[in-house]
C-alpha cells in the first residue's frame, strides 16, 4: 500500500520560510516523478514544483521560481520543499504527489498524500 505522507506545513508571516517533507511507503521513490502542488479555498490544485526520479531535472511553477526549491533523498523515500520569502498569497494547502511521468498536471501522478496546510500572514 502507497503512503505519501507531508509534514512541515504551519503559519508563518509574510517573508519567512518554512520546509515541507513528504515521507513515501510501498513504493521506490527512486523510481518516481515527484511534485508538489497546492490548493487554496475556492480555486483548483496547481502545480509547484516536480522533480525527475533522480532528481536531476527540476520544474516550477512561475509563481515560485526563485523562492522555493524541491529535492528529494531517495535513500530516506522522502522529498522536500524548501519555501522561503513566503507572501499571503502562498496560502494553501500543500500536497505530495508521485507518478511514472514528470509534469504540470495533477492527473499525470497516481499517488498523493493527504496535504499539508501552509498558512501566510501579511
Known amino acids: 500500500q502507497v503512503q505519501l505522507v507531508e509534514s512541515g506545513g504551519g503559519l508563518v508571516q509574510a517573508g519567512g520560510g518554512l520546509r515541507l517533507s513528504c515521507a513515501a511507503s510501498?513504493?521506490?521513490?527512486?523510481?518516481?516523478?515527484m511534485a508538489w502542488f497546492r490548493q487554496a479555498p475556492g480555486q483548483e490544485r496547481e502545480f509547484v514544483a516536480s522533480?525527475?526520479?533522480?532528481?536531476?531535472?527540476?520544474d516550477y511553477a512561475d509563481s515560485v521560481k526563485g523562492r522555493f526549491t524541491i529535492s528529494r533523498d531517495n535513500a530516506k523515500n522522502t522529498m522536500y520543499l524548501q519555501m522561503i520569502s513566503l507572501k499571503p498569497e502562498d496560502t494553501a494547502v500543500y500536497y505530495c504527489?508521485?507518478?511514472?511521468?514528470?509534469?504540470?498536471?495533477?492527473?499525470?501522478?497516481?499517488?498523493w498524500g493527504q496535504g499539508t496546510q501552509v498558512t501566510v500572514s501579511s
Open positions: 522533480s525527475s526520479p533522480g532528481g536531476l531535472r527540476t
Open positions: 510501498g513504493l521506490t521513490s527512486g523510481r518516481y516523478s
Open positions: 504527489s508521485a507518478g511514472p511521468l514528470s509534469s504540470v498536471r495533477a492527473t499525470s501522478y497516481a499517488y
